[in-house]
Nanobody, 121 residues
Framework: QVQLVESGGGLVQPGESLRLSCAASGNIYLITYMRWYRQAPGKQRELVATISGGGGTDYADSVKDRFTISRDNAKNTVYLQMISLKPDDTAVYYC???????????????WGQGTQVTVSS
């Protein structure tokens, strides 16, 4: 069984920074893509950032130059460093990953439970 657990959310003021973490645990053989999504009240869930197993990254236009995704493969952990936060960044942030549990299985997609980020003065 595989679990993704996010941490690091909270309440910050506009312009401040926050770092989210997501640790994968359980029966893990290999993790390829890891992603951060967010969902604001009344809106659809949107993809914020992606990092490949080799470290390649991609970002939504709305967060480019403000958010940085990174990973520590030894710890099966992905991070999202957020700077210059805006009220529009307020949302529940979800971790997502493609994980293989044994060499002979396909990759399966897993979600974390989410962590709330609120940007407000």
């Amino acid at each position: 069984q595989v679990q993704l657990v996010e941490s690091g959310g909270g309440l910050v003021q506009p312009g401040e920074s926050l770092r989210l973490s997501c640790a994968a645990s359980g029966n893990i053989y290999l993790i390829t893509y890891m992603r951060w999504y967010r969902q604001a009240p009344g809106k659809q869930r949107e993809l914020v950032a992606t990092i490949s197993g080799g470290g390649g990254t991609d970002y939504a236009d709305s967060v480019k130059d403000r958010f940085t995704i990174s990973r520590d493969n030894a710890k099966n952990t992905v991070y999202l460093q957020m700077i210059s936060l805006k009220p529009d960044d307020t949302a529940v942030y979800y971790c997502n990953a493609d994980i293989k549990t044994t060499p002979g299985t396909w990759y399966r997609n897993y979600w974390g439970q989410g962590t709330q980020v609120t940007v407000s003065s």
